[in-house]
């Protein structure tokens, strides 16, 4: 057997040991966990109302935060690696960011102004 072969031999090793400890924490945790079964653990919850009997409708509002979650945190994905190269880019890396973060912004004044920012 080669070095190149046992190489990988020891990364198959190494795979099944942790697929074997993983499966070998799961049984235990199954054999030592209390069971103890109650109706109420399985009634669907959401936000703290409970479900229409025909069907579940979440506030749209919720889904409004959680977009502008995302949009805004995408921006800090853009911003950290522009920071870091903030010397190399220059003017041209300047006026670039400075556009990005204008167009937020003025997204950001938008949904304020409409109101979408008010929980009540």
Do not use: C, H
């Not at 046992?6 to 697929?19: D, G, K, P, S, T």
């Not at 993983?22 to 399985?42: C, F, S």
């Not at 995302?70 to 921006?75: A, Y």
């Not at 670039?96 to 102004?113: K, S």
Request: charged content about 15%; cysteine-free; hydrophobic content about 55%.
């Amino acid at each position: 057997m080669t070095e190149f072969y046992r190489q990988y031999l020891a990364v198959a090793v190494f795979v099944v040991a942790a697929f074997g400890m993983v499966g070998a924490m799961l049984g235990l945790a199954r054999l030592l966990r209390p069971t103890n079964p109650q109706d109420e653990k399985y009634v669907t919850y959401e936000s703290g109302a409970d479900p229409l009997p025909l069907f579940g409708q979440a506030n749209v509002r919720y889904y409004i935060y959680a977009l502008l979650f995302v949009i805004f945190d995408v921006e800090a994905v853009f911003i950290f690696p522009w920071a870091i190269d903030v010397d190399g880019l220059e003017w041209f890396g300047l006026i670039e960011m400075t556009i990005f973060i204008g167009v937020l912004l003025l997204g950001l004044a938008y949904v304020w102004r409409k109101g979408l920012l008010k929980w009540a």
